[in-house]
């Protein structure tokens, strides 16, 4: 292979003696990258024979190749602020909150993340007046886990014209407009504040992998001026900092194909959709998703419903028309039931043809029983779900169960959705849930009702390719390692190589080789494999010194 121009572009990589994922050698353990393509995988009596100087040869010590993973629905610029702010995950009293309230140093509003009363033992919330007197007079901003609700100090509520706003009684936690309204005046920064936020969450994502992340913006979560500088970054120069591409949508009720299209012109910055954080409906923690009955812990309370069914399903129509992914937020049954009304309405109104051409997304679908699955499937939504939730808060004394008694039991149905052939992609909804996609991956095996459980396999593809699928994108051979194929993976230290399959019937770790099937790394060692080094189209976006040393 003769010597490439310095000057043109870099010298190929060659990976060997490792192990590589990939669909077209299951016994892989090298691969070539030439410039942002995937040149060559094969063996290491192979890789020994085109070994030349031209090359910068990486010997992995057993490392895993595998393609990077995708996250189907992140906030960047609330992911940035959250990993810099207080964090209130270990936070167990109101007296604790307060502690670290009055612990938080810096000028300027005190912003904190992921407190979660549901796990205290006395769930009492602190009061306005006392986040105050904790800050010193300085405003107060704290996000529940969910981000659907927050606690707000005195200062902040004033401030932010919080009074007469619905989801505001007066005291410190705010909901539905009122959380809304405070989280915006939270965020009125200068560009150079929300770049270096989502510059931060990016590095995260980078560092575990990462190669590609679907930025969900609304204007109730950051304007879309916070949108079109996350989509910026796909436009970094070469010799600046690269980053995971930004898949951005934008969560925005129209009524009109006419409407629909100005509205991605307007946007510009390459907006896939009109999709994402577009609510139907909140979330559980907050008891604010649509349910058809009571929550079991509150049982007068059902939920809001943020969009009527004939508004949902105008906004499909008019995506339909327009060839644009529509969507939205939904996580409560009744909440679903609106948005598969609207897709039928939709459907009736523009053609059935038309609604599942358009490539439609549901962002979280947690509560979906079999009539609402085959219909998802009918109209070829995809689901884009989250993993890490049910680690969080399903199983026995868990979140869900708290909420929805008996209901909790068929939460985030991922093996239904699979067996009906409804497409599937993950995420994390970070700030929400940490970037951590192997522990997602074994979320999906390890699921708490083991009739939803699913291989690693499939969890590991509805990470990296299915999302990359579900947001349109053009290059059909994204997120595999074959020849021809982007170079966008990551190289993980892993302790060992198997295969899982979800089903207890079978062998659940196997590595026979008569199977041919890629091997991915053992998710039940205690801890996830460790990021060595993340490329994004030849591009390196995170290495570590191990790498190399």
């Not at 990993?83 to 209130?88: D, G, I, N, V």
């Not at 559980?284 to 943020?306: C, F, M, P, Q, W």
Request: net charge negative.
């Amino acid at each position: 292979m003769p010597r490439p121009d310095a000057t043109s572009r870099p010298a190929p990589v060659l990976y060997r003696n490792g192990s590589v994922y990939t669909a077209a050698d299951p016994f892989a353990t090298a691969m070539l990258v030439d410039g942002d393509t995937v040149a060559w995988v094969g063996s290491e009596q192979a890789a020994s024979s085109i070994a030349d100087s031209s090359m910068d040869i990486i010997d992995l010590r057993g490392a895993l190749v595998a393609p990077g993973f995708v996250d189907s629905h992140v906030h960047l610029t609330e992911t940035g602020i959250a990993l810099e702010s207080l964090q209130l995950g270990a936070v167990t009293s109101a007296r604790a909150l307060l502690d670290a309230v009055a612990g938080a140093g810096g000028e300027g509003p005190v912003l904190g993340h992921g407190w979660d009363e549901t796990t205290w033992a006395d769930a009492n919330l602190p009061s306005a007046e006392e986040l105050e007197r904790a800050a010193g007079g300085r405003p107060v901003y704290l996000s529940r886990v969910d981000v659907h609700s927050a606690l707000v100090s005195t200062s902040l509520a004033q401030s932010a014209g919080l009074h007469g706003k619905d989801g505001y009684d007066g005291g410190a936690r705010v909901t539905r407009a009122a959380h809304e309204t405070a989280r915006l005046a939270t965020r009125r920064m200068p560009p150079a504040s929300l770049k270096r936020h989502q510059a931060r969450a990016m590095a995260e994502a980078a560092a575990n992998g990462y190669v590609a992340l679907a930025e969900m913006g609304a204007p109730h979560i950051g304007g879309a001026d916070d949108l079109r500088l996350a989509a910026a970054w796909n436009a970094a120069e070469e010799d600046a900092p690269q980053f995971p591409e930004v898949l951005p949508y934008w969560g925005e009720l129209v009524s009109s194909e006419e409407e629909a299209r100005s509205l991605v012109a307007q946007l510009g910055a390459g907006v896939r959709g009109l999709a994402g954080d577009l609510n139907i409906d909140g979330s559980l923690g907050s008891r604010t998703a649509a349910l058809r009955a009571g929550y079991t812990d509150a049982g007068d309370e059902r939920g809001t419903l943020y969009l009527s069914v004939d508004q949902a399903a105008a906004h499909l129509a008019a995506c339909s028309l327009a060839g644009i992914q529509g969507g939205f937020h939904v996580i409560g049954d009744a909440g679903l039931d609106a948005a598969l009304e609207a897709l039928d309405l939709a459907a009736r109104e523009v053609g059935e043809q038309r609604v599942r051409a358009a490539g439609h997304r549901f962002e979280h679908v947690e509560m979906a029983d079999a009539a609402a699955v085959a219909k998802l499937a009918h109209y070829a939504v995809t689901v884009s779900a989250q993993p890490s939730f049910d680690a969080a808060w399903g199983g026995t004394g868990g979140l869900y169960e708290r909420r929805l008694g008996e209901r909790s039991r068929s939460m985030n149905p991922f093996a239904a959705f699979y067996s009906a052939g409804v497409p599937v992609c993950f995420g994390s909804d970070s700030p929400v849930t940490p970037l951590r996609p192997w522990s997602s991956v074994r979320a999906c095996v390890e699921h708490h009702n083991p009739e939803e459980r699913i291989s690693a396999r499939a969890a590991f593809l509805g990470h990296t390719r299915a999302g990359w699928r579900a947001a349109r994108h053009a290059n059909p051979m994204a997120g595999q390692l074959v020849p021809g194929a982007p170079a966008s993976f990551a190289v993980w230290e892993v302790e060992e190589l198997m295969v899982q399959v979800a089903d207890g019937r079978v062998q659940s770790w196997s590595t026979d080789p008569r199977a041919r099937t890629p091997l991915l790394p053992a998710l039940d060692t205690g801890s996830d494999p460790v990021c060595l080094q993340t490329v994004k189209d030849g591009a390196e976006l995170f290495a570590s010194p191990a790498l190399r040393s």
